[in-house]
């Protein structure tokens, strides 16, 4: 292989790059909240509710202490609970069919449309009919594109199934104009630092027009008491600490900013990897208008463990996400699925790698990660 001029250090993500333009802006807000003595459920909580509200279009949001609960919440707030089966794609993080499986539920797994790695609507169109008694279907909008919605929410429609998004990946990003998170039921967010807005520690929030839902959601997060001590439901303890949201009213006002970057630098990976006569394939435009937030770039690379090890050896961090479908996590045997189930799903397993896209990289960086990737395949 030739060898390369100049070796960088690329970090996968850079949150110290990132975090250092609004460090003295954040530390003055933590140093406020502490003084305030308000951890739990402060002002800056409902604050923070408000301004995502508002950011994904819709009058309700409810802070919770992670995505993973967020899931959870709207699943439970649904009234979703033992035996009930729940559809979702099985190339996902694992949170998405483990939050289904953990309040008693049964995760149905559809395959994936392989160029945007999300639920496959004609997929999902053949696998109802095979459950009709669904309870509710659970789109993934993976690294930040939107799943195809619009025959989602139709087939949701037909079967009387609730629809809740998760938007885990995806804050800002949108699908005909409309915020992800907005267009189900119920719309799940998380705030773990690496997303693009991201806490320093965990949190998490759900969004709806329901308020009713938005009233439940809220009542669950503090074990299903709409008032304190009066219990309705069994809920659970998941709080959004004051802290973390008083942190991210500050990231909000950057999110933009760095989604703008992170599409410029994708920008840049096609401009240099597309043409190139490479065998990888780069992340593909939908066929409806979407705008793509790239919480992750992800590519498909043949060789691809030894393109990511070739990356490291030379300063570049890449991740697969995820390297196992969930239908063959260990946790799912007894769900009966067995290898071959879910082609696209398992063959995505196989070839994607996600590379640096942050808003901190300078251009210099992705020509470099792209060189390496050049020589990779000479
Ligand atoms: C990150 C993530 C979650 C879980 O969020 P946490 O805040 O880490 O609990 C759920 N689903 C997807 C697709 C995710 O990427």
């Known amino acids: 292989m030739t060898p390369i001029a100049e070796k960088r250090k690329i970090p996968l993500l850079d949150l110290k790059s990132l975090h250092r333009p609004i460090r003295e802006e954040v530390i003055a807000e933590m140093t406020r909240v502490i003084d305030a003595n308000a951890f739990i459920m402060g002002e800056d909580v409902k604050l923070l509710e408000k301004a995502i509200a508002a950011y994904c279009h819709v009058p309700f949001a409810v802070g919770c202490a992670s995505g993973s609960d967020a899931l959870l919440l709207a699943l439970m707030a649904a009234g979703i609970g033992h035996g009930d089966k ?14 289904i499986a953990r309040i008693g539920a049964i995760p149905v797994f559809v395959d994936i449309d392989p ?3 999300n639920i496959d609507p004609q997929a999902l169109a053949k696998v109802i009919e095979r459950h009709p008694d ?7 909008h993976l690294f930040g594109a939107c799943a195809d919605m619009d025959p989602i929410m139709a087939i949701a429609r037909q079967y009387g199934c609730l629809v809740i998004e998760d938007g885990a990946q995806s804050i800002g990003a949108e699908y005909k104009g409309i915020a992800a998170q907005s267009i189900g039921e119920m719309g799940c967010i998380s705030f773990f630092p690496s997303k693009n807005l991201g806490a320093f520690g965990d949190g998490g929030m759900v969004v709806t027009r329901d308020e009713a839902l938005a009233k439940k959601l809220a009542a669950l997060r503090v074990h299903g008491a709409p008032k304190k001590y009066f219990h309705d439901w069994v809920g659970i303890n998941s709080r959004l600490d004051t802290l973390q949201a008083a942190i991210l009213r500050v990231k909000l006002k ?7 970057g992170r599409q410029a630098n994708a920008d840049r990976y096609r ?5 190139a006569g490479l065998p990888i394939t780069l992340p593909q435009a939908a066929s409806y208008q979407t705008r793509h937030i790239y919480n992750q770039f992800v590519i498909r690379a043949p060789r691809r463990d030894g393109l990511k090890t070739f990356l490291q050896e ?3 961090g890449s991740e697969i996400y995820y390297p196992l479908s969930l239908h063959q996590q260990v946790c799912f045997a007894y769900l009966g699925y067995q290898e071959g189930d879910f082609p696209e799903s398992e063959k995505a397993a196989a070839e994607v790698l996600a590379l640096p896209v942050h808003s901190a990289l300078a251009e210099q960086d992705i020509a470099y990660v ?6 990779f395949y000479r």
């Open 254 to 260: 950057h999110l933009d900013g760095e989604t703008a």
């Open 370 to 375: 792209c060189e390496l990737i050049r020589a």
């Open 86 to 99: 729940v559809l979702t794609t099985p190339f996902s993080f694992f949170a998405t069919a483990g939050s």
């Open 314 to 316: 030379n300063g570049v």
């Open 115 to 117: 160029a945007t790695f």
């Open 134 to 140: 669904a309870k509710a279907i659970m789109p993934v």
């Open 271 to 275: 401009a240099l990897l597309g043409g």
